[in-house]
């Protein structure tokens, strides 16, 4: 079983910036790509950006070049650097994890969410 610990969010003001954290426990011996989602009231969540285990990334097309994505292997953490925020950044973010444990079936996991809010 694989546990994921949020941090980070919070109410910030519009131009402001945030840093999320993601940190994954549990039976986990490899983690292939980590994700950052959002859902905003009254939306359907959406992905944010993502990072292979050889840190290849993608990120959404309202994110690109504000946000940025990175992992720590050792630690089994991923973080969601995000600057220059905007209104409609509002959410709730939810980490992701797609990987194998030591034994049994490979994982697919979230994170409980993290509310960011950024007022205008």
């Known amino acids: 079983q694989v546990q994921l610990v949020e941090s980070g969010g919070g109410l910030v003001q519009a131009g402001g910036s945030l840093r999320l954290s993601c940190a994954a426990s549990?039976?986990?011996?490899?983690?292939?790509?980590m994700a950052w989602y959002r859902q905003a009231p009254g939306k359907e969540r959406e992905s944010v950006a993502q990072?292979?285990?050889?840190?290849?990334?993608n990120y959404a097309d309202p994110v690109k070049g504000r946000f940025t994505i990175s992992r720590d292997n050792a630690k089994n953490t991923v973080y969601l650097q995000m600057n220059s925020l905007k209104p409609e950044d509002t959410a709730v973010y939810y980490c992701?994890?797609?990987?194998?444990?030591?034994?049994?079936?490979?994982?697919?996991?979230w994170g409980q969410g993290t509310l960011v809010t950024v007022s205008s």
């Open positions: 549990g039976n986990i011996a490899v983690i292939n790509v």
């Open positions: 990072i292979t285990i050889s840190a290849a990334t």
């Open positions: 992701n994890v797609l990987g194998s444990p030591w034994r049994g079936e490979p994982f697919d996991a």
